[in-house]
């Protein structure tokens, strides 16, 4: 069986990888407002490993029912492992990282983790179209963006009582996004980038180099801690130019959180990768269509 992934919407993701699954991100129950992908935590029997890019509740919520359910282990930062361990994870199933390690996660699978950054949501522009070219913002300081950021959760507040039941339950932490997180897996038949927010240090992005990266296509574009000077495809096109992957797969780039997100138009990003990187395909997804993900497709 070929290693296959499975887009759950947002940024999860199930990879079946020989006897293995892996969740890449958790986020699997929606508001009602989204459309359905046709899977829910109940469902999840099967789990081996969990490894969550951060903390927002749009990515690990969910992980701890999937860890309860199927004896799974939670890789992520030492937020999303305090977050988990309030639920009531097993502290056994639950591995904090921060950067710099090297996992096994079978006797061929490893994941390697690398520090990252989180996209700019508490720019003016925190959901900009994928051809909005975003200028300025520079240098804005931790305790203007974190004032910007309260204000998005009031505007999130008003969206209604089904999303405001929600974030009730869904939203677990207090403390941000924890710290993003890279995963670069190696297989045996080749190696995968895993990206769950629109944000990246490009030194490290730039000494990659994935058979495939999965790259996520939401907010304003961080690099390096600054927003990017231009638009959402750019900041893209400008990841898939610094990675050089065969096939470039995108996440985040549904109508995940209707009222605040958008459901991102991929015409520009496909015209801007096509630009910076003509070598490499850009693999657009449905939900669970099982996608051999290392199966070259010309
Ligand atoms: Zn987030």
Not at 159 to 167: D, F, P, Q
Not at 232 to 242: K, N, S, T, W, Y
Request: proline letters at 6%.
């Amino acid at each position: 069986m070929p290693t296959t992934l499975d887009w759950l919407g947002c940024a999860t993701f199930r990879l079946t990888t020989g006897n293995l699954v892996i969740f890449l991100d958790a986020y699997i129950d929606r508001v009602p407002s989204a459309a359905p992908t046709g899977m829910t935590t109940d469902a999840v029997t099967q789990a081996d490993w969990i490894v969550v890019g951060h903390s927002h509740f749009d990515h690990v919520y969910g992980a701890e029912r999937i860890a309860k359910a199927t004896g799974a282990t939670i890789i992520g930062s030492y937020e999303t492992v305090r977050i988990m361990d309030a639920q009531g994870v097993p502290p056994a199933q639950l591995m904090p990282v921060a950067g710099g390690e090297k996992i096994r996660l079978s006797t061929d699978v490893t994941v390697d983790v690398f520090p990252s950054q989180h996209s700019c949501v508490w720019s003016s522009q925190p959901m900009p179209a994928s051809d909005a070219v975003c200028l300025g913002e520079l240098g804005v300081n931790y305790q203007e963006q974190q004032a910007h950021i309260e204000k998005l959760w009031d505007r999130l507040s008003t969206l209604g009582g089904e999303v405001v039941s929600h974030l009730t339950v869904s939203a677990q932490g207090a403390r941000g996004d924890g710290g993003a997180l890279l995963y670069f897996f190696e297989t045996p038949e080749g190696s995968l980038l895993y990206q769950d927010t629109s944000g990246h240090w490009s030194g490290i992005l730039q000494n990659l180099r994935p058979d495939v990266a999965i790259l996520a296509a939401a907010g304003r574009g961080n690099i390096n801690g600054e927003p990017i000077q231009g638009s959402l495809a750019q900041f893209v096109a400008r990841q898939a130019d610094l990675l050089r992957p065969r096939n470039v797969i995108l996440s985040h780039h549904d109508n995940w959180f209707p009222g605040f997100s958008r459901a991102i138009d991929v015409a520009p990003i496909r015209t801007e990768l096509a630009r910076w990187t003509p070598k490499t395909q850009l693999i657009e997804m449905g939900y669970m269509e099982a996608y051999p993900v290392f199966t070259k497709r010309e």
